[in-house]
């Protein structure tokens, strides 16, 4: 088990914004990429934005430009600040840990979730 801890979630109006915080506990001897994930309302779970092997950040295509997320090695947190939100980033936002081998992009290489936090942005 490699306990992550997603914080920071909420409600806002669109156009405002949050940052989520993810703490990631007891990867020791072993480097995690962590990745950011969500679910909207009667949708399927959807990728957000992961760190590469190079520490560099991809993002989806609809959130780009709004959203930056970084990942603090030193301290195995992982933080998404999120800008000019809408009504559409409405949805559970899940942190997901990965061997950084791994592609980023596909769900499927994350094998550590956390338990996710509500982002509700009212039009």
């Known amino acids: 088990q490699v306990p992550l801890v997603e914080s920071g979630g909420g409600s806002v109006q669109a156009g405002g914004s949050l940052n989520l915080s993810c703490i990631v506990s007891?990867?020791?001897?072993?480097?995690?990429?962590l990745g950011w994930f969500r679910r909207g309302p009667g949708k399927e779970r959807e990728g957000v934005a992961y760190?590469?092997?190079?520490?560099?950040?991809t993002y989806a295509d609809s959130v780009k430009g709004r959203f930056t997320s970084s990942q603090d090695n030193t301290k195995n947190t992982l933080s998404l600040q999120m800008n000019s939100l809408k009504f559409e980033d409405t949805a559970v936002y899940y942190c997901?840990?990965?061997?950084?081998?791994?592609?980023?992009?596909?769900?499927?290489?994350?094998?550590?979730w956390g338990q996710g936090t509500q982002v509700t942005v009212s039009s």
């Open positions: 760190i590469g092997s190079d520490g560099k950040p």
């Open positions: 997901a840990a990965r061997l950084c081998f791994f592609n980023g992009s596909r769900e499927a290489s994350y094998g550590w």
């Open positions: 007891d990867f020791a001897d072993t480097r995690a990429c």
